[in-house]
Nanobody
Framework: QVRLVESGGGLVQAGGFLRLSCAAS????????MGWYRQAPGKQRELVAT???????NYADHVKGRFTISRDNAKNAVYLQMNSLKPEDTAVYYC??????????WGQGTQVTVSS
């Protein structure tokens, strides 16, 4: 079954950190760009970070310097290290596969809540 499963969310105080993981059950994982996105209540889903098959990374301005995306192709996994968390980082975080410029596969999401 082709799917993405996120884990690692939770409740953390402002200034704290979390590490999200995304386990991918799909063939050819290493060839895909993977991304993390988030959706806060009442807001649209937005890009957090992406990582290409070659390891090139791209970050949204509001997380640059605080978040780090990485991948382990041997484990079919992608990670998001989130440091210096802020209350405005509170959202459901989603892992996604990018294929031909389109997000064609999504996980179920993991909740991240940052208290002030």
């Amino acid at each position: 079954q082709v799917r993405l499963v996120e884990s690692g969310g939770g409740l953390v105080q402002a200034g704290g950190f979390l590490r999200l993981s995304c386990a991918a059950s799909l063939n050819g994982f290493s060839f895909y760009t993977m991304g993390w996105y988030r959706q806060a209540p009442g807001k649209q889903r937005e890009l957090v970070a992406t990582i290409s098959s070659g390891g090139s990374t791209n970050y949204a301005d509001h997380v640059k310097g605080r978040f780090t995306i990485s991948r382990d192709n041997a484990k079919n996994a992608v990670y998001l290290q989130m440091n210096s968390l802020k209350p405005e980082d509170t959202a459901v975080y989603y892992c996604s596969r990018v294929s031909f410029g389109t997000n064609d596969l999504w996980g179920q999401g993991t909740q991240v809540t940052v208290s002030s």
